[in-house]
């Protein structure tokens, strides 16, 4: 089956520092997705990505559908202790013919944020 | 608007019983899929189904899982005679038929096989 690398595994930052994360793919997806997950929580999407080359920004997070479509990053800004989660990239596919489905998920980026 | 529930939010049971997991999409959702995230690891796709119908249960184990979304009620994760292997958090997810397909995620099921 198709798997994502996500890197890095995990990252340790200071308060007010920029973060980046990225995956690749060795196929390709039509859709590029990035959520957050606290602990003993379900993931929450922060930023969907449907174009080849699209850069999409929600608040102090930035990301960017790679123009080969099997590659995105995740920025975030200046952050913030509330930063703090496990990150997750996933590609979603489309059946031919019909809708997407089937989201396949990175390992996940562990975030800590030393205020 | 309440988002996708799931039920119970942890549930422990002792090799060899059954598990259901029980999930409710949000209002006006008609797809559901199951994931399983072992510790430490992503997501991994189990099964999609929409109401009455499985479309793609290419991720659940053959034997001792299965998956239904009737008519009326929520989708039902069913593992029988659990094993240890089977301790995994359990997320539903839902999205709404037509062109809005993203997924949103409930807050999962911790399953703990002593």
């Known amino acids: 089956g198709q798997q994502l690398n996500q890197s890095p595994q995990s990252m340790f930052i200071q308060e007010g520092e920029d973060v980046s994360m990225n995956c690749t793919s060795s196929?390709?997806?039509?859709?590029w997705l990035w959520y957050k997950q606290e602990p003993g929580e379900g993931p929450v999407l922060l930023i969907a990505?449907?174009?080849?080359?699209e850069l999409t920004s929600n608040g102090r997070l930035t990301a960017q559908f790679g123009i080969t479509r099997k590659d995105s990053f995740l920025n975030i800004s200046a952050s913030i202790p509330s930063d703090v989660g496990i990150y997750f990239c996933a590609g979603q596919e489309r059946e031919s013919g019909g809708s997407n489905y089937k989201l396949t998920f990175g390992k996940g980026t562990l975030l800590t944020v030393n205020p | 608007n309440a988002g996708v529930m799931q039920n119970p939010r942890h549930l422990v049971r002792r090799r060899g019983q059954e598990a259901r997991l029980r999930c409710s999409p949000m209002k006006g959702h008609s797809h559901v899929y199951w994931y399983r995230q072992l510790p430490e690891e992503g997501l991994k796709f189990m099964v999609y189904l929409q109401k009455e119908n499985i479309i793609d249960e290419s991720g659940m184990p053959k034997e001792r899982f299965s998956a239904e979304f009737p008519k009326e009620g929520p989708s039902i994760l069913r593992i029988q005679q659990v094993v240890r292997g089977d301790s995994a958090a359990y997320f539903c997810?839902?999205?709404?038929?037509?062109?809005?397909?993203?997924?949103?995620f409930g807050p999962g099921t911790r399953l703990l096989v002593l």
């Open positions: 990505l449907y174009k080849a080359g």
């Open positions: 997810a839902s999205s709404q038929s037509g062109l809005e397909e993203t997924q949103y």
């Open positions: 196929s390709i997806f039509n859709t």
